[in-house]
């Protein structure tokens, strides 16, 4: 406790409740608001109406809503099982060589998006891989930005497990593979399904890689979210961009409540 | 073994993700620098003198390290009055709150800025209330479509990065350690001053130099914001590739932009390395 007088405290949680009420709950509030509102000619909107929605889960909206939710998935799935590797990989390195490959599996989060995007189109638009126009091209734009984010979170979760229930297992004569399977990956799982829900939630939101290499089949959220707002359509990109942050944090608490799930079972 | 901390086939293992990364991410960027040096008879840096010293160019590059410091300072500085208010002030349900916040870092950068817009938009909630009470013909404020509003969206955006290892830092500091400060007789402001930040600098490095390169790749809030005059690296990239078709023109523009983040991600690490395990977390 920093602050001891009454008054001082209340005058510190005034200006804190403020400051979070207006910099985070504001935009919250507003961004629904708007996903609902019919007219807007003064400062609120003057009827509500439930038509964004409506039209958000069908057709068009709902096409965006099933790619971005697959590309997470796949790109997410992807990147765990190539982080996973890594990281396991890296643990039997030492020295100088591990802290250069470590970082060598860390550089794709320092890149920006737009220029990953732009390196795919001028890799992949000419032989001898052509993937411009395909959703392949999607998938892996959003697995090069979410690999180091998952493989960051497992390499965490490896070096907070230490030797010890490994090395046990190896002298009860396990074998390798079986410690994997059966003692490694499960005590991992937490650490896991971290890196998944990170990847997912990432790839979610992903704009700036995808805007440059997107099919026009293979519509994301966000670009969808984009095209609509850019052509004055902004209620109906308020009601996606509503949908979009409610899958997004749905699959991210389904997530995090798997462990305890399986804690409870045990 | 399985369990052997170290051995010589590790650096064998880690190839096939190395193979996996190196198409999927080097080979591209190998083909940007590549692209970006080739001239008529082998590699040259014509496109470079043209671009480089090009007035969009400029005005980009100035854009993009003017709004990412301000940005940044801006994410300290609420990042540190938030922490210091949730940790040493708490009230009840603040840890709800912190949390609410921390849940800005899974949700896509755009939404803050499209929520600008119907906050601080010259159609917006700030605008048409001070337009009515006031009786203005013309929305008074328009500080959003400018630098200004890319800036205040990438403080909202960017500050529970640096939220997380102060809070982080912050739990290490001993509640005794301050409540024996102040019975001596320190005041509120001189214990921040000589207790809290000397403890909460290595955080305040990681986190603000994380937010650095955050702000200096943002593409979402800048592209929403949408304001005239208002192009940093990576719009101009988008610009060059897709709406005017010059791959090449894009390639050095990226070459240059990937080169300025690469520098700041160099300044992270040495933070990080600093901080330690508070900085568990981030990437």
């Known amino acids: 406790m920093l602050v001891w007088s009454r008054s001082g405290r209340a005058l510190a949680w005034l200006f804190g409740g403020t400051l979070i009420a207006v910099v985070y ?158 003692v490694t990956l499960p005590l991992l799982t937490p650490y896991l399904l971290a890196a998944f829900s990170l990847s997912f939630a990432l790839s979610m939101g992903e704009l700036g890689a995808t805007i440059m290499v997107y099919p026009p089949g293979w519509v994301t959220m966000p670009v969808g979210i984009f095209a609509l707002t850019d052509r004055g359509d902004i209620f109906h990109g308020a009601a996606v961009t509503i949908l979009l942050a409610a899958a997004t944090l749905v699959v991210l608490a389904g997530l995090s409540a798997l462990p305890a799930k399986a804690a409870a079972r045990r | 073994m399985a369990a052997a901390p170290a051995s010589a086939a590790g650096p064998l293992l880690a190839v096939p993700p190395l193979l996996l990364l190196a198409a999927t991410f080097f080979y591209p960027l190998a083909l940007i620098l590549h692209r970006s040096l080739a001239g008529a008879g082998g590699l040259s840096l014509a496109h470079y003198a043209v671009i480089l010293g090009s007035a969009l160019f400029r005005s980009a590059l100035v854009n993009t390290v003017a709004i990412a410091a301000a940005a940044s300072a801006g994410c300290l500085l609420l990042g540190l009055v938030l922490a210091l208010l949730i940790a040493f002030v708490p009230f009840p349900g603040v840890r709800l709150l912190a949390r609410v916040i921390d849940t800005f870092i899974a949700l896509p950068t755009f939404l803050v800025a499209l929520s600008f817009t119907f906050i601080y938009g010259s159609a917006g909630l700030l605008n048409a209330s001070l337009m009515s009470v006031f009786h203005l013909g013309l929305p008074p404020l328009d500080f959003l479509y400018s630098r200004w509003g890319v800036i205040l969206a990438e403080i909202t955006v960017y500050t529970p990065f640096v939220l997380r290892p102060l809070l982080a830092s912050f739990s290490l500091i001993e509640a005794a350690q301050i409540e024996i400060a102040s019975s001596l007789g320190a005041g509120a402001w001189r214990i921040i001053r000589q207790v809290i930040l000397p403890a909460a600098l290595p955080a305040l490095l990681a986190g603000g130099s994380l937010c ?72």
């Open chain 2, 212 to 283: 650095l390169l955050l702000t200096t790749n943002e593409f979402g809030i800048v592209l929403f914001i949408g304001a005239k005059g208002v192009t940093t690296l990576p719009l101009l990239i988008y610009d060059k590739a897709i709406q005017e078709f010059d791959y090449t023109a894009a390639c050095v523009i990226a070459v240059v932009n990937v080169g300025l983040s690469l520098g700041l991600y160099s300044l992270y690490r040495f933070a990080l390395a600093r901080v330690g395990g508070a900085g568990a977390g981030l990437v």
């Open chain 1, 25 to 182: 709950g504001l935009p919250l509030a507003m961004i629904a608001l708007a996903s609902f509102a019919g007219q807007w000619n003064s400062a609120l909107p003057s009827h509500f109406t439930w038509l964004h929605y409506a039209s958000a889960v069908r057709g068009d909206s709902a096409a965006m809503l099933r790619a971005s939710l697959l590309t997470g998935a796949a790109a997410s799935a992807v990147a765990l099982a190539a982080g996973t590797w890594a990281a396991l990989a890296l643990r039997r390195v030492a020295g100088p060589s591990r802290r250069l490959l470590d970082l060598v599996f860390f550089i794709p989060s320092a890149v920006p998006s737009v220029s990953v995007g732009l390196g795919l189109l001028v890799a992949f638009s000419r032989p001898p891989v052509l993937l411009n126009g395909t959703v392949a091209i999607v998938l892996v734009a959003h697995l090069v930005l979410v690999s180091a984010f998952a493989y960051g979170n497992v390499a965490a979760g490896l070096a907070r497990l230490g030797h010890d229930i490994e090395q046990m297992a190896a002298s009860l004569g396990a074998r390798p593979a079986y410690t994997l399977r059966r």
